[in-house]
């Protein structure tokens, strides 16, 4: 296949840890290195997907979690995917310290193009990253992507990482073990916040727990996203797009005060749109017009229940009228919810 720009398929990595977060550092890391070329002109990654990735145990008692395929069978992934190299890598933590392996697979000729070693040192796993990147774009002889890590620093970063392991655990188990992939949503939505709270600044955190959150109009649990989000201004006050994306929720769950001050306070930070402001309005409207004795719809108690107890300052004002709205209607909202999601921050 002959193409202007070199194509390159990434094999998920490899792992040899203490335990199984080894693992998911892995393949995430891989993973973060094919969505940081993903806009470059210069050249495409392309990322290898394995049913499976084993794991055993070493003789030293090491958890050993997939494995770093030969040259010859990178190359054949390369082929099967229709690109020029294939990078394969290992994640190593023992007790000689951390570090990662790395390959870079000419698939034409099935031998090793490149090969390097990045040592982790204490606090900078964050820093990884970008250094395969740049290592990456030397041995391609392309311009490097943009190099700033994701987080500030390593906490944040794992707890990105983590939030990435659990939204891939979720839609694997979606299938066969729905209640296990809830289990693995919550986790994720619980990793984001985290690492937002430990970087309030990382907008990929950000933009990863939107993204969910917009989704749980689907899915049926804006409680919990809710939730999430009033973490996330709890650390970053000024994310207008955690006040927009709370208010949605809360409109759709019949929390019409809530969604009110919601709304007030991300167009305080960001004007809205039109199309916003008239749905401002309308819940001015319905919150003027309901019945002062109305019983609270069990959604909105649920709620309320949850977050009792959270310490929140914040007034809580009375629950607004009805319960949740039509699925049909949550379904239209979510692709909305979505795409304000990824618009880009303050």
Same mark, same amino acid.
């Given at each position: 296949?002959?193409?202007?720009?070199?194509?390159? %398929?990434?094999?998920?990595?490899?792992?040899?840890?203490?335990?199984?977060?080894?693992?998911?550092?892995?393949?995430?890391?891989?993973?973060?290195?094919?969505?940081?070329?993903?806009?470059?002109?210069?050249?495409?990654?392309?990322?290898?997907?394995?049913?499976?990735?084993?794991?055993?145990?070493?003789?030293?008692?090491?958890?050993?979690?997939?494995?770093?395929?030969?040259?010859?069978?990178?190359?054949?992934?390369?082929?099967?995917?229709?690109?020029?190299?294939?990078?394969?890598?290992?994640?190593?933590?023992?007790?000689?310290?951390?570090?990662?392996?790395?390959?870079?697979?000419?698939?034409?000729?099935?031998?090793?193009?490149?090969?390097?070693?990045?040592?982790?040192?204490?606090?900078?796993?964050?820093?990884?990253? $970008?250094?395969?990147?740049?290592?990456?774009?030397?041995?391609?002889?392309?311009?490097?992507?943009?190099?700033?890590?994701?987080?500030?620093?390593?906490?944040?970063?794992?707890?990105? *990482?983590?939030?990435?392991?659990?939204?891939?655990?979720?839609? *694997? *188990?979606?299938?066969?073990?729905?209640?296990?992939?809830?289990?693995?949503?919550?986790?994720?939505?619980?990793?984001?916040?985290?690492?937002?709270?430990?970087?309030?600044?990382?907008?990929?955190?950000?933009?990863?727990?939107?993204?969910?959150?917009?989704?749980?109009?689907?899915?049926?649990?804006?409680?919990?996203?809710?939730?999430?989000?009033?973490?996330?201004?709890?650390?970053?006050?000024?994310?207008?797009? %955690?006040?927009?994306?709370?208010?949605?929720?809360?409109?759709?769950?019949?929390?019409?005060?809530?969604? !009110?001050?919601?709304?007030?306070?991300?167009?305080?930070?960001?004007?809205?749109?039109?199309?916003?402001?008239?749905?401002?309005?309308?819940?001015? !409207?319905?919150?003027?017009?309901?019945?002062?004795?109305?019983?609270? $719809? $069990?959604? %909105?108690?649920?709620?309320?229940?949850?977050?009792?107890?959270?310490?929140?300052?914040?007034?809580?004002?009375?629950?607004?009228?009805?319960?949740?709205?039509?699925?049909?209607?949550?379904?239209?909202?979510?692709?909305? %919810?979505?795409?304000?999601?990824?618009?880009?921050?303050?």
């Amino acid at each position: 296949m002959t193409t202007s720009r070199p194509v390159v %398929a990434v094999v998920p990595f490899g792992a040899k840890g203490r335990d199984a977060k080894a693992g998911g550092i892995g393949r995430q890391v891989a993973r973060r290195l094919v969505e940081r070329f993903a806009d470059d002109p210069n050249i495409e990654l392309r990322p290898v997907f394995l049913v499976a990735m084993p794991e055993t145990k070493s003789a030293a008692g090491y958890l050993v979690f997939g494995s770093t395929p030969d040259a010859d069978l990178a190359a054949r992934y390369g082929e099967s995917l229709g690109t020029t190299h294939a990078l394969t890598g290992l994640y190593r933590d023992d007790e000689k310290g951390r570090v990662f392996v790395v390959t870079l697979v000419d698939v034409k000729d099935r031998s090793a193009a490149a090969q390097r070693e990045f040592a982790v040192t204490a606090n900078e796993l964050h820093r990884a990253e $970008p250094a395969l990147a740049a290592w990456l774009a030397q041995a391609l002889g392309v311009p490097a992507p943009g190099l700033e890590p994701e987080t500030s620093n390593e906490p944040s970063y794992q707890a990105l *990482l983590a939030g990435f392991e659990d939204e891939t655990d979720a839609t *694997l *188990l979606r299938g066969g073990d729905p209640v296990a992939a809830d289990a693995a949503r919550s986790r994720a939505f619980d990793d984001y916040v985290t690492a937002i709270q430990l970087d309030p600044e990382s907008v990929r955190a950000e933009d990863r727990l939107l993204v969910l959150a917009a989704e749980s109009v689907e899915r049926g649990d804006e409680d919990r996203a809710a939730r999430a989000l009033e973490d996330v201004i709890e650390a970053k006050p000024r994310s207008w797009r %955690a006040y927009y994306m709370r208010a949605e929720l809360l409109r759709g769950i019949g929390e019409t005060n809530l969604a !009110i001050v919601a709304l007030e306070h991300a167009h305080s930070l960001r004007p809205l749109r039109d199309a916003d402001v008239l749905v401002l309005a309308e819940l001015y !409207i319905a919150e003027q017009e309901r019945p002062v004795q109305r019983a609270r $719809p $069990p959604r %909105a108690n649920t709620y309320r229940a949850r977050n009792a107890g959270r310490g929140s300052a914040r007034a809580r004002p009375d629950p607004g009228p009805g319960g949740r709205r039509p699925r049909s209607a949550r379904a239209g909202a979510s692709s909305e %919810a979505r795409a304000s999601a990824t618009r880009s921050g303050d």
